[in-house]
């Protein structure tokens, strides 16, 4: 069994570099301070035997060698990245609980059938470079290799570029190696297990999720003289239709209608100036694909609607699709087997958030592992998970690895 | 009769002074180009006998002797600042009608009984220094001079200093001279006169205006895995109460209750976070003071009853207070009668913005004078009169002039 105390002093001290003033972390992909929790964590692994390769876009593959090295490995692992005030836990969960499966194999002389992999994935926060879990999606062939390497970040630095900076540019062909499986343990990122008092999330697959840049296009004028009857003010269009998508996703009983305006900009803006511009964003989410469409439609028509009301031109553009996520039913009934032999409550549940599990499961049989994070915080320097959680989470990601490896 | 083709001339003359790009003016208070602008106002006036003064806020006073220079003079005026990508005619066409009146009266040899005097109000836009109207209200006594003196530019530049640098800080102390009327010329900045195919508005008073300063103060957290019953999202309360405002101004069918939320800003917004703040303005105005209440009682209402539906913690700040504004009766006559006798079809109406006339109608009997202005544009290089509605402008206002001096 592993160690829980281990992975905890672990994630504190990788907490060590790149520490923000609250509490948090910022290791924005490739920078110094990733390298440098990408080379503690190479210490740590090659401590215990592990061997590793980086390809093409810096993915790292740590590798513990298995009786059958022939075979493809049952491989885990999340991201380093963080936002710039981000958490002790998005993510390195993942990677630090891969490093205690292996050290925990290696204290009891443990070797699995298969070889087992622990990965870290690049830049899955798409805070440094757009878009998030743009490394997973390459090697899972959703992105060119070229795309991917020449995305810039605000300063115009290409990924590329960062990566030959940071030392972690490697030869190895994106897509290599092909994985058995892929396990990934992540905090939920959400309230859900922690109101429901349940310790684990089988994570069954991920909400399809779909976003949206939105305009609305109507006339700026003087807030005292101008009518009512004869404004076009953009503002109020976005409003109606921000009110009509929360009204129609609260009216969802289950809970699995979500909609997210996040960004709402009024260029030249002006206290008594009607708005004549909106820029909006809208993140739509749902677990049945069919239900997504249904909510596009919803979202043409009320955006349709509001603009035809408040006289303003309205257009949208779809930037980013991500079909709802099936995961492999082996991997899932791997981590729900591991789940029930811990005797803890749990759920399976779908993942609200996208992670590089979504791209890897395109190209592997693929399943995760929630824990609760207090308040259901992330991407915040207060995000937190218990010692308890995180051994509980790292305790079923070893066991489901286990099985598979050795099955 | 003035001359429609020299205030034309003139009209364009000044815009060459800060001329932008596509065709408007930026002479921004206090600046060299107002200065510039200033001065050849100047001129024009010297040179049909005018003398001038100024106080110590900048105010210009352009005098036309009367026959009896004992008695207070009949004024009329404006500014001549803009906005950074302002008009040819907010303002300016107040002042430079004003110097048409006094041409006219010249090349006639018409001395009238009272004195005339033509004002340059400083900083009437409220673009470099806030607020709008600010040397005018100095001038009525809303603010002191020390205030008014103090009060800096984005560059932390003091009005005082910025008056010392561009060479019109004077020493008549402000509230001098006493006014026996004001008369002010301004474009209508709305569409109502155009819409109506009317030439001039009468106007007969000020509409009630209250800014607000609005912060709601929700939870942010991840748009994915976050249940909307359980989200505190503050842009779903903002847009319930812009959307319940707007609701509530365009129901009511007098016209008369104007809302307008101007500016709206999420802090750290990022589009799959859930707003945890919104700052939003809004700009209640009617011409009836009871209304205004009762319309700032029921924004109260809504405001606290988005928050509560959202679960979103809601604070309000009144920041500006300007009454309702009834001219004097003796004015709105002047202006009415010298209407009437140029046969064209005109309105009654209230002025849906501050001007300089709001502040001076507390210290003297005031009217104003409107004319429509292209699709009720303004505040924007676009903006544009007729020559033929800015003379039909001049000539009322001299004839009103002419009424209140002579009576
Ligand atoms: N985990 C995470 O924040 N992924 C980014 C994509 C998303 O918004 O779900
Ligand atoms: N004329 C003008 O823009 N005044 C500023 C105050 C207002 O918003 O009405």
Redesign the interface.
């Known amino acids: 069994s592993i160690d829980g105390q281990r992975l905890w002093d672990t994630l504190m001290a990788m907490a060590e570099i790149g520490p923000t003033e609250n509490g948090g972390s910022c290791r924005l992909a490739l920078t110094p301070e990733d390298a440098a929790g990408r080379r503690r964590l190479l210490d740590w692994c090659e401590a215990i035997g592990c061997t590793w390769r980086v390809d093409r876009v810096g993915n790292l593959f740590i590798r513990r060698a298995g009786k059958r090295d022939d075979l493809d490995p049952v491989a885990t692992g999340s991201h380093l990245d963080t936002q710039p005030k981000g958490g002790r836990f998005d993510g390195i969960l993942g990677v630090l609980a891969g490093l205690e499966v292996f050290r925990s194999l290696h204290d009891q002389g443990i070797v699995t059938e298969r070889p087992l992999e622990l990965v870290v994935w690049t830049n899955e926060e798409g805070s440094r470079f757009a878009p998030a879990m743009v490394a997973s999606g390459t090697y899972a062939g959703e992105f060119s290799v070229d795309d991917t390497l020449s995305r810039q970040d605000a300063d115009g630095v290409t990924l590329g570029e960062a990566l030959d900076a940071c030392g972690y540019a490697g030869d190895m062909p994106v897509g290599e190696p092909r994985l058995d499986g892929f396990f990934e343990l992540h905090i ?5 297990l922690e ?1 429901q008092g349940e310790c684990i999330g089988v994570v069954t697959g991920v ?1 399809g ?1 779909r ?1 949206f840049d939105v305009t609305l296009a109507g006339q ?11 404004r076009h ?1 953009a ?2 269009a ?6 009509r998508l ?1 009204a129609h ?2 009216a ?1 009983a289950s ?1 699995d ?8 900009d ?1 260029p030249a ?7 004549g511009e909106v820029r909006l ?1 809208v ?1 739509l ?1 749902h677990v049945v694909e069919t239900e997504l469409d249904a909510l596009q439609a919803l979202f043409e028509r009320e955006l349709a609607a509001a603009g035809e009301t ?1 006289g303003v031109a309205v257009s949208q553009q779809r930037i980013w699709t991500s079909p709802v996520v099936e995961f492999a039913p082996a991997c899932i009934a791997a981590v729900e087997a591991a789940t029930r032999a811990q005797g803890v409550p749990y759920r399976r549940m779908m ?4 992670h590089d599990a979504v791209y890897v499961s395109r190209v592997a049989p693929t399943s995760m592992i929630f824990i609760p994070c207090r308040d ?5 320097e207060a995000e937190y998970a218990t010692p308890e959680h995180c051994a509980l989470g790292a305790q079923v990601l070893c066991d489901a690895m286990l099985m598979r490896a050795n099955s």
Chains 1, 2 share one sequence.
């Open positions: 939920e990122q959400g309230p859900v109101e909400q999720m976003w700026s004028a003087h807030a005292g003289p101008t009518p009512m009857r004869l003010d503002l109020a976005a409003a109606r239709l921000i009110d929360q996703a609260l969802d809970g209608t979500k909609v997210t305006c996040g960004c709402l009024i803006a002006s206290r008594n100036v009607i708005p964003t993140d989410r408040f993942s609200g958030a996208g259901g915080i992330s991407h915040n």
